[in-house]
């Protein structure tokens, strides 16, 4: 069975650039997740998918982040324009369950802003 | 607001040893309760989960859950240089739908 896919892993561009980052889920989860991760710290929730709906987009800085998730498979998340402080780990994560915490993690896609 | 609590290390214990891993958390109705292991530069990976108070033991590793003192441990026997990793303590504060909060983890290291 095929794991969790992100690309791309590793992406560098210049401050208020726009990036946008691939997640492809574990075939049959229903629920998708990106979280964000820094140096040291555990994985934050960014947005939730149930589905093609956004079930808890809470943390999710909506001035600068979006995602979506068309057809309720694979799904995207953009930042436009980065800064600075967005260099970290964004990570892709899918569960069989709602709001399950077995998750299956992607290998993350690493960001550094210039 | 919601917070879990781990001792960042690193924790450093001779191969062959018990390795005790501890995580407090603030929300008493939480209800379910996760290890992921993460090596350096890899994704979080899931080892343990327990769901109510007491042991729980598979193979080498055991998680403790005491939900009265607001803590659970993960204990991994015979530890070898391979479990060297940081290990993060999750918590799923809402049920079925909740999301999962993670510690800042514990930095692991085995030494032969």
């Known amino acids: 069975e095929a794991g969790v896919v992100q690309s791309p892993r590793y992406k560098i561009i210049e401050k208020k650039q726009p990036v946008a980052f691939w997640c492809n889920p574990i075939?049959?989860?229903?629920?998708l997740y990106w979280y964000l991760q820094n140096l040291g710290q555990g994985p934050e929730l960014l947005i939730r998918?149930?589905?093609?709906?956004?079930?808890?987009d809470s943390q999710l800085p909506k001035d600068r982040f979006s995602a979506e998730r068309l057809k309720g498979v694979d799904s995207t998340l953009k930042i436009q324009p980065a800064e600075l402080g967005d260099s970290a780990v964004y990570l892709c994560a899918s569960s069989l369950e709602i709001g399950a915490g077995e998750q299956f993690f992607g290998p993350g896609t690493r960001l550094t802003v210039l | 607001q919601k917070e879990v609590e781990q001792n960042s290390g690193p924790l450093s214990v001779p191969e062959g040893a018990i390795a005790s891993l501890n995580c407090t958390y603030s929300d008493r109705g939480s209800q379910s309760f996760f290890w992921y292991r993460q090596y350096s530069g890899k994704s979080p990976e899931l080892i343990m989960f327990?769901?109510?108070?007491g042991d729980k033991e598979d193979g080498r590793f055991t998680a403790q859950l005491n939900k009265a003192s607001q803590y659970v441990s993960l204990l991994i026997r015979d530890s070898q240089p391979s479990d060297s990793a940081t290990y993060l303590c999750a918590v799923n504060y809402g049920g079925s739908q909740g999301n999962l909060i993670f510690g800042k983890g514990t930095k692991l290291s085995v030494k032969p």
């Open positions: 327990i769901y109510s108070n």
């Open positions: 998918y149930e589905n093609e709906e956004a079930v808890d």
């Open positions: 075939s049959g989860h229903n629920t």
